[in-house]
């Protein structure tokens, strides 16, 4: 995927960089990273509502489309 090329699709930019995280920082490294970086409450933030914020635009049938997407890019490396 070009970096210059808009992800418009939430849950598909989350995929991407869960997967960008792992690659490169590993999967303890990638979480640690995710959970220093999570909305929190504590901080003025509900990551319930921002969830519902994306998520909520989606259809099923595009959230299983992106997750077929990400899937052929896998097995294709």
């Known amino acids: ?3 210059k090329t808009a992800i418009k699709n939430p849950f598909t930019l989350r995929m991407l960089g869960v ?8 999967v303890t490294g990638a979480a640690e990273f995710l ?8 901080q003025g933030r509900d990551y319930t509502k921002d969830r519902h914020k994306w ?6 049938e595009e959230i299983c489309s992106d997750i077929e997407e990400i899937e052929k890019k896998r097995a294709q490396k």
């Open 35 to 42: 959970r220093q970086n999570q909305s929190n409450p504590a």
């Open 55 to 60: 998520l909520d635009q989606l259809t099923f």
């Open 19 to 26: 997967a960008a995280l792992t690659e490169k920082l590993g």
């Open 1 to 3: 995927m070009n970096i």
